[in-house]
């Protein structure tokens, strides 16, 4: 048996989606400082930066606002107080196609 197979049968975990927001300079400064091969140029970088489909569901924060330590509280508090479960198809129906 696959491990697809013996998953299938089983309840699905609750999926609880936290999203990072970027600015497209804050982005671009990061593109810039990579080193790794990549299929991005600085224009397709803006654009999917600026028309990311954000879930209205997830617990949405700013990126760089704070220490990864303060977002990784952020997120941990959201996920104990307040997180509600989101649709995994309805979340993957709302994605976008980077093709």
């Known amino acids: 048996m696959m491990l697809r197979e013996a998953l299938a ?3 699905p ?4 989606v936290a ?3 970027v600015s497209g300079n804050e982005a671009l400064a990061r593109f810039r ?6 299929d991005l140029d600085e224009s397709s970088l803006r654009e999917r930066v600026a028309n990311y489909p954000f879930w209205d569901g997830a ?3 700013e990126s760089g606002s704070a220490p990864p330590e303060e977002t990784a509280r952020q997120v ?3 996920l104990e107080r307040s ?3 989101t649709d ?3 979340w993957t129906q709302a994605g976008r196609s980077w093709a």
């Open 59 to 61: 617990l949405q924060l």
């Open 9 to 11: 049968g089983l309840s």
């Open 19 to 21: 999203e990072l927001r």
């Open 83 to 85: 997180a509600v479960p």
């Open 33 to 38: 400082g990579r080193s790794e091969a990549t």
């Open 13 to 16: 975990s609750p999926l609880r």
């Open 88 to 90: 995994m198809n309805a």
């Open 76 to 78: 941990a508090a959201w």
